[in-house]
């Protein structure tokens, strides 16, 4: 138990869309990931998609409905089943949480990324 500096795990590596792994909490991963231009539509069949956006702005796309801006201080959490998409015209900094094991990519062709822990 102690406390967890985001920002000195986010200076920790530039890539882009790769999650690194920060803390547990109860069975899921608490990760910091950083990424500039869109990721691929996708949707998670068994688990809401959290997003909290430490700093920068990001756009999540949902298909057939109208986008929403998210800025630094808001969250916005994607409900299972639900095609979306995030990206960022300029790179965005975020926590996200999710059940271990679930793969970032959902069922999109893109390999999932490795979650690093950090």
């Given at each position: 138990m102690k406390p967890i500096k985001l920002s000195e795990?986010?200076?920790?590596f530039s890539g882009h869309w790769d999650p690194h792994v920060v803390a547990d909490y109860n069975q899921n991963d608490v990760m910091v990931v950083k990424?500039?231009?869109e990721y691929p539509f996708h949707k998670h069949d068994e688990t809401d998609d959290f997003f909290y956006v430490l700093e920068g702005e990001m756009t999540m796309d949902i298909e057939g409905e109208p986008s929403h801006t998210v800025k630094a201080g808001e969250l916005f959490i994607v409900p299972k089943g639900v095609v979306h998409r995030p990206r960022a015209e300029n790179e965005v900094k975020v926590l996200l949480?999710?059940?271990r094991?679930?793969?970032?990519?959902?069922?999109?062709?893109?390999?999932?990324?490795?979650?690093?822990?950090?």
């Open positions: 795990k986010l200076a920790m990424f500039q231009g949480i999710e059940p094991g679930e793969p970032n990519s959902g069922d999109s062709d893109r390999e999932p990324a490795p979650k690093t822990r950090i």
